[in-house]
């Protein structure tokens, strides 16, 4: 059975940094798309940052130039790399690698 599983999210004050990590426990036998999603109380989730798995990135425009996402393929591991980080950043990170779903990690920045 799939699963995967978030780490790396706690509190942390603006200005901050934080690694998120999602691990697969289980074997996804293709995985194209590996992406990172948030979601703010009263808020739609969003997409953060999505790799594939040749390579191409995409950001969200308001964490490019701060977020870093990478990949493991063999291991089956995405990260978020969060750089300077705002108050209004604060939300539950998802993981999503392919059609498989984290249960989120809470990320709280405080001003």
């Known amino acids: 059975q799939v699963q995967l599983v978030e780490s790396g999210g706690g509190l942390v004050q603006a200005g901050g940094s934080l690694r998120l990590s999602c691990a697969a426990t289980?074997?996804?036998?293709?995985?194209?798309?590996m992406g990172w999603y948030r979601q703010a109380p009263g808020k739609q989730r969003e997409l953060v940052a999505s790799v594939t798995s040749n390579g191409p990135t995409n950001y969200a425009d308001s964490v490019r130039g701060r977020f870093t996402i990478s990949r493991d393929n063999a291991k089956s591991r995405v990260y978020l790399q969060m750089n300077s980080l705002k108050a209004e950043e604060t939300a539950v990170y998802y993981c999503?690698?392919?059609?498989?779903w984290g249960q989120g990690t809470q990320v709280t920045v405080s001003s």
């Open positions: 999503q690698q392919e059609d498989f």
């Open positions: 289980g074997s996804i036998f293709s995985i194209i798309f």
